[in-house]
């Protein structure tokens, strides 16, 4: 077979043609492919097939297992989101926005791990950038990790960074990031497909044969996708997502997928200005603590994948000053909120169609979970009442087009939550609350049918 000099990828998806063309019909994208140059036939650059040459077929019954332990880094938030520690030889990938935190991330969790052996590759900072924010980190967190455990290189070569790993043996690596990574396999430039991809390959192997394992560092474009190629999230054991919002303190990590734990875990994270801090109790820190009720404010239960957490929204409902009345949203989609007004408008009589209304989610954590729907209804509905909702309510139900309250997933857990942190009444969907099994919660349970009840319940008669 003639050797294929060039190819051209999807810088999307990582498809591979021969030829261009302008419509990908794997992902359904146009104008995403790129000319690269590669030196070898797919076949042979993959890297990971035909490798372990030598091996012979053996009988399931004979094979025993191995059980790795895990590795605990000692920051309990991405311990969990890994589903219980590092697992020896896995491929773990991070993704995020360009500067929303993943290299501090990885360079807190190199220091914390502080007895093992840890190579932090950046091919994006200079030793001395990243030395600086190591001490900022360190001077921080009180303990002085010890400086001998934590290497680190400046290096985008793959068969230098390789070279290095043989000689140090370290027992974790870290490379920030894998679109600045190149193999001499592959002609074309850092950052494209078939680079991405070949590095990863071989990087994907290092790890499953010295059973150490390998962080990647991957930048994701502003649609959420990882910056080029979905195939990288295929070949790696683990992909987790680093996401917030740069102008606010708090970052989720999230996972999209785990080969050794559940993937739909999530840690939460403050950003201060020396590095990452835990937040252990999240429900405790989006509400707002306060003595006193607040008009326009509302605190609902929401799902963050298996996790419940109490999160407060904040409406403001003004006239108009302009002919056109706003509508702004902050972590919630417009959309939605259009949706609920227009309910509130036809079916409830609400007369808020000529209002400014300004709709904010504490903390700027973005909520796709519908239970908020009930939470957003109040918040406006004290707002245009100017009367505050009881500071111990809290509420978590789904409000449908016909003004219906309606039932959301994992009703238990939520209230279970809410009756945790010590309020008093939750309103939830009447058409959930036979479904409820556990009777022994001490919070009291309000169950509504219409949205109209909603406003009989929390401010009395009109
Ligand atoms: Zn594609």
């Given at each position: 077979m003639s050797k294929v000099r060039t190819a051209f990828f999807c810088q999307n998806c990582g498809a591979q043609t021969s030829k261009w063309i302008g419509y990908c019909p794997a992902c359904k994208q146009w104008n995403t492919y790129v000319e690269e140059i590669i030196e070898k036939s797919s076949s042979a650059s993959g890297g990971i097939t035909g490798t372990s040459a030598g091996k012979k077929p053996s009988l399931i019954s004979d094979i025993s297992i191995q059980i790795h332990e895990r590795i605990l880094t000692g920051n309990n938030e991405f311990d969990r989101v890994l589903g219980g520690g590092i697992v020896p030889g896995s491929v773990i990938l991070i993704g995020g926005e360009p500067g929303i935190g993943k290299s501090t991330l990885m360079l807190q969790l190199a220091l914390q791990l502080d007895k093992r052996k840890v190579i932090y590759v950046s091919g994006e900072e200079s030793e001395q950038q990243i030395k600086m924010r190591a001490e900022r980190i360190r001077s921080t967190n009180g303990k002085p990790a010890s400086p001998d455990q934590c290497y680190l290189l400046t290096e985008t070569t793959l068969d230098d960074i390789f070279q290095h790993l043989k000689t140090l043996s370290p027992a974790i690596v870290m490379i920030d990031s894998i679109q600045t990574m190149r193999s001499s396999v592959i002609d074309s430039s850092a950052g494209s497909v078939s680079q991405l991809r070949e590095c990863t390959a071989e990087l994907v192997q290092f790890a499953k044969k010295n059973h150490v394992p390998v962080f990647l560092v991957g930048h994701i474009t502003k649609d959420g996708t990882?910056?080029?190629?979905?195939v990288l999230e295929h070949m790696v054991d683990v992909v987790l997502q680093f996401e917030g919002d740069r102008n606010y303190l708090y970052r989720l990590l999230r996972t999209l997928k785990n080969r050794f734990g559940s993937a739909s875990e999530l840690g939460i994270y403050e950003m201060a200005a020396s590095g990452l801090r835990e937040v252990a109790n999240p429900s405790e820190m989006l509400v707002s603590p306060r003595e006193e009720p607040v008009s326009g404010t509302a605190v609902c239960v929401m799902m963050e994948g298996v996790r419940p957490m109490l999160i407060e929204t904040q409406a403001l409902v003004s006239s108009a000053v302009y002919g056109t009345p706003q509508r702004t949203t902050t972590g919630f989609d417009i959309r939605r909120l259009n949706m609920l007004l227009a309910v509130l408008e036809k079916r409830c009589g609400f007369r808020i169609g000529s209002k400014d209304v300004f709709l904010n989610i504490a903390g700027g954590i973005k909520v796709e979970d519908p239970a908020i729907d009930l939470g957003v209804i109040s918040a406006i509905l004290s707002s245009k009442e100017d009367s505050p909702v009881n500071i111990k309510t809290c509420f978590a139900a789904e409000v449908g087009l016909t003004g219906e309250i309606r039932p959301v997933n994992l009703i238990e857990q939520r209230i279970a939550e809410a009756d945790k942190l010590g309020y008093d009444h939750i309103f939830i969907s009447k058409n959930q609350v036979k479904s409820i099994s556990r009777k022994n919660f001490r919070i009291s349970v309000v169950a509504l049918n219409k949205v109209e009840e909603v406003y009989m319940k929390l401010f009395g008669s009109k």
């Open positions: 990882l910056a080029g190629p979905k």
